[in-house]
Structure formats: C-alpha cells, structure tokens
C-alpha cells in the first residue's frame, strides 16, 4: 500500500512515474489539500513530438484527471538556444517562424491528452524570454548560479569530457529553465515542475532560484529515463522517429510500434501508456505464450485510442487483423501514391522500399534486407535487388504491396 495520501503521487507511483521527487511528504500533503499547478517544458524543435514524449504528456493528463492544473509550456524561447543535455552538439537554429508553426502544431496533440476547456494551460516562454534584458537579467539571476556548480551538471560535465564544444550560448539554458519556474510560479502558482530523471539538476536550479529570488517554496518530481528491455530508446525504431502528428505516421503504424512491444515490457508500458485498471493490467501482464499477443494488442489499441481516438484505433486493429490473420489485402493499410508514368517507365525495388514506401532508411539497408529475405512484393519474397517493379506488377485491387518483416507494410497506388 502507498504511504501517499494525495490521489495524484499515489497514482503516479501505482504506475510506475515516480524516480526522483525533492520533498515527497512535502507535495503530497500540497497536493492532497487541494489543487496544485504543476508543469513540463517541451522545446519546439520539429513539427511533432514523438513517442520519446509520451511518457511525460501521460504525467499531464494523470495531473488534471486527478484534479490538479497541468502546464504544457513550450519553448518557444529556450528552442532558440538549446538543451545541451545528452548531446554532442549545438541545435540547428530555427527562425521565429519556423519555432512558431512548429508550437502551432504540437498543441493539436497536447489537445488529445488534456482538456484545456477544463483549466490546462499552454504557456510559451517567449512571452517572457524575449522581452529580457540582459544586463537586468544578469544582477538579478546571475548571482545566484555560480560556475564552478553549473561545471558539475552532467548535461555540461559529459559534453566536456567527450572533448565536445559546448558554447556559451548553450550554457545558459540551465539558467533560463530555471527562470521558467520562477515565472510560471509568479503567473500561475506554478509549484511543481515535472520531467525527465535527467532534467533533475536544471529542476533543481529551479527550486534555488525561487527559495533565493522569491522566499518560495517549489517542488521537483521525475520520471525514469524509460527504455525497452532490450535498452533501445522509446520513441525510435530503425524506420525514425514514431511521431504523434498523424501527418507524419499514421495511426496504422502508430499502433503496429506498440503492438511491437517486447514481452518484457508489455506490463510496464499498459502502466504508463494507458488508463486500463491496474488490476486488467495485472491480468494481461499474467499471460503466457502466445496469449501475450492479446495483451500487446490491448497496449496497442488503448494506446492509439489515446492519441487517434478510438475510432481510428478499432480500424487500425481491424486492419492488421485483416492483413495478418485473415491473410487479406487490407484496404485501410498506408497507401503511397506515385505516377503511372513512373512504373510504365520501371520502377527499381530500392527505390520502391527506400524513397517512395519509406520502409527502409536507404539503399544499403534495402540491399541487407534482400539479402536477409526481409522484402516482400505483393507477399513474394524479393530475392533480386535489380528488380524493377511494372504495372504487370498491380494486383487486382490496383495496388502494390510492399512488406518489411511480417509487420510493416505500405501500399503503392498509381494515379
């Protein structure tokens, strides 16, 4: 049994969000008393989060579904210099334009997951960044950060033992986050900041800062840096980034990357990714052989059903269910279009798999799956990497089927 009182910590340790928090009694007792406002930054670096930033969206919606107010702050101001943690080098600078469309699309999937109608806020730390002035910035923040500490933050200390340029313009960051938290507690009552476990010394900074600036009291909950079982990083796979705008990978395979999910991982990622009771949870986790598949399948549709809506959800599960265990040509599966005249004129194989399926990341890969017998054709295993695809190729449905494994597979429809 959890020694928490507030519905909000003992949920979030029941499953399994809970590394590392900085007064655990302290929050608790805030958090029981009544609502808390409490935050996660996310820089705007692409159009789209991916899967790697999931598991702190799920902290959001777990916040507000427990009667507290969530912040989803973009970066609007910190994108334009960049976190250094765990990197080897300095971000790609963006435009304001470009940060700004960048925000405008993201916000669409923070709208699935929290209910902004309902008190959720999504704050910009432009709105305060760029209004700064340097000089004023320095007195009053800059006495409170000494060098010789910010040399032992790991986002710093790594870089520099990788014999890494970390630049000056990187440097502050940690100094800006932790101005964020400042702020939002002065706009927002903001008394928590939630993240990643390797966000824990920027946090930090951000409680100094308020106790030194301010007299405040703030508080900092992390989470795991989750992986697979097998190590590998959520939110990757060998085909990129799993992103969460539709746009860019389609609730097919959306669902497919879950329903991909090791054994080992099955229980822990139905805790985390979806809102199924620990006690359905405890009975899927329980399943043997190849029972687990049903389990993954569940992971897999709840899952979606959070990001793409049920609907879209059901059909995806209908559609791998059609391809795979009724043997079909599934209408529903992602479809490529390319011009007839390009398959009159021949179509290469890489080709086909590398620039128009995007199935693999390029021709090399194309040539070891071949070699490996990992491509299909129209369910045929493609043997000859000089095969050149024509509209002898269509099947009666007027399309080309293109696999990777059992698992993935895109449609090639000429218009």
């Given at each position: 049994?959890?020694?928490?009182?507030?519905?909000?910590?003992?949920?979030?340790?029941?499953?399994?969000?809970?590394?590392?928090?900085?007064?655990?009694e302290g929050l608790d007792a805030k958090a029981a008393a009544g609502p808390i406002t409490a935050y996660i930054g996310f820089d705007a670096t692409a159009s789209s989060l991916h899967a790697g930033?999931?598991?702190?969206?799920?902290?959001?919606?777990?916040?507000?579904?427990?009667?507290?107010?969530?912040?989803?702050?973009?970066?609007?101001?910190?994108?334009?210099?960049?976190?250094?943690?765990?990197?080897?080098?300095?971000?790609?600078?963006?435009?304001?334009?470009?940060?700004?469309?960048?925000?405008?699309?993201?916000?669409?999937?923070?709208?699935?997951?929290?209910?902004?109608?309902?008190?959720?806020?999504?704050?910009?730390?432009?709105?305060?960044?760029?209004?700064?002035?340097?000089?004023?910035?320095?007195?009053?923040?800059?006495?409170?950060?000494?060098?010789?500490?910010?040399?032992?933050?790991?986002?710093?200390?790594?870089?520099?033992?990788?014999?890494?340029?970390?630049?000056?313009?990187?440097?502050?960051?940690?100094?800006?986050?932790?101005?964020?938290?400042?702020?939002?507690?002065?706009?927002?009552?903001?008394?928590?900041?939630?993240?990643?476990?390797?966000?824990?010394?920027?946090?930090?900074?951000?409680?100094?800062?308020?106790?030194?600036?301010?007299?405040?009291?703030?508080?900092?909950?992390?989470?795991?840096?989750?992986?697979?079982?097998?190590?590998?990083?959520?939110?990757?796979?060998?085909?990129?980034?799993?992103?969460?705008?539709?746009?860019?990978?389609?609730?097919?395979?959306?669902?497919?990357?879950?329903?991909?999910?090791?054994?080992?991982?099955?229980?822990?990622?139905?805790?985390?990714?979806?809102?199924?009771?620990?006690?359905?949870?405890?009975?899927?986790?329980?399943?043997?052989?190849?029972?687990?598949?049903?389990?993954?399948?569940?992971?897999?549709?709840?899952?979606?059903?959070?990001?793409?809506?049920?609907?879209?959800?059901?059909?995806?599960?209908?559609?791998?269910?059609?391809?795979?265990?009724?043997?079909?040509?599934?209408?529903?599966?992602?479809?490529?279009?390319?011009?007839?005249?390009?398959?009159?004129?021949?179509?290469?194989?890489?080709?086909?798999?590398?620039?128009?399926?995007?199935?693999?990341?390029?021709?090399?890969?194309?040539?070891?799956?071949?070699?490996?017998?990992?491509?299909?054709?129209?369910?045929?295993?493609?043997?000859?990497?000089?095969?050149?695809?024509?509209?002898?190729?269509?099947?009666?449905?007027?399309?080309?089927?293109?696999?990777?494994?059992?698992?993935?597979?895109?449609?090639?429809?000429?218009?």
């Amino acid at each position: 049994m959890s020694s928490y009182r507030s519905d909000l910590l003992r949920t979030l340790e029941a499953r399994g969000y809970i590394h590392q928090c900085s007064d655990p009694e302290g929050l608790d007792a805030k958090a029981a008393a009544g609502p808390i406002t409490a935050y996660i930054g996310f820089d705007a670096t692409a159009s789209s989060l991916h899967a790697g930033h999931l598991l702190s969206i799920m902290m959001l919606r777990t916040l507000q579904r427990t009667g507290h107010r969530p912040i989803a702050l973009m970066g609007g101001g910190t994108t334009k210099i960049g976190d250094p943690s765990g990197k080897d080098e300095a971000r790609r600078m963006l435009t304001d334009a470009q940060i700004d469309d960048n925000i405008a699309s993201i916000r669409r999937v923070f709208a699935q997951f929290l209910d902004f109608s309902a008190g959720a806020i999504l704050e910009n730390n432009a709105a305060w960044l760029d209004e700064l002035k340097y000089i004023p910035l320095l007195r009053e923040v800059g006495p409170h950060f000494t060098i010789n500490r910010m040399l032992t933050f790991d986002s710093v200390k790594l870089r520099l033992e990788r014999e890494q340029p970390l630049t000056f313009l990187e440097f502050n960051y940690m100094i800006l986050q932790a101005y964020d938290f400042v702020e939002l507690n002065a706009r927002h009552g903001c008394i928590l900041q939630m993240g990643g476990s390797d966000q824990w010394g920027n946090i930090i900074n951000g409680i100094e800062l308020g106790r030194r600036m301010r007299g405040t009291e703030l508080h900092a909950l992390t989470t795991p840096l989750l992986t697979t079982s097998s190590g590998a990083k959520m939110g990757k796979t060998a085909g990129g980034a799993v992103w969460l705008d539709a746009a860019l990978l389609s609730p097919y395979d959306y669902w497919q990357y879950w329903r991909n999910t090791g054994d080992a991982d099955v229980a822990r990622f139905l805790k985390l990714f979806t809102e199924l009771p620990l006690d359905e949870i405890a009975r899927l986790a329980a399943l043997e052989g190849q029972e687990i598949n049903e389990a993954k399948k569940v992971l897999a549709t709840e899952a979606t059903a959070l990001l793409h809506g049920r609907a879209a959800a059901e059909a995806a599960e209908a559609t791998a269910r059609t391809t795979f265990e009724d043997g079909a040509l599934a209408a529903s599966l992602p479809t490529v279009e390319i011009a007839m005249a390009e398959l009159e004129a021949g179509l290469g194989v890489l080709t086909a798999f590398c620039e128009k399926a995007q199935l693999v990341a390029s021709n090399g890969e194309a040539r070891r799956q071949i070699k490996g017998g990992g491509l299909k054709v129209n369910d045929i295993t493609v043997t000859d990497e000089k095969l050149v695809l024509s509209p002898r190729a269509l099947t009666p449905e007027g399309v080309i089927k293109l696999s990777l494994g059992k698992k993935r597979h895109v449609l090639l429809r000429p218009v």
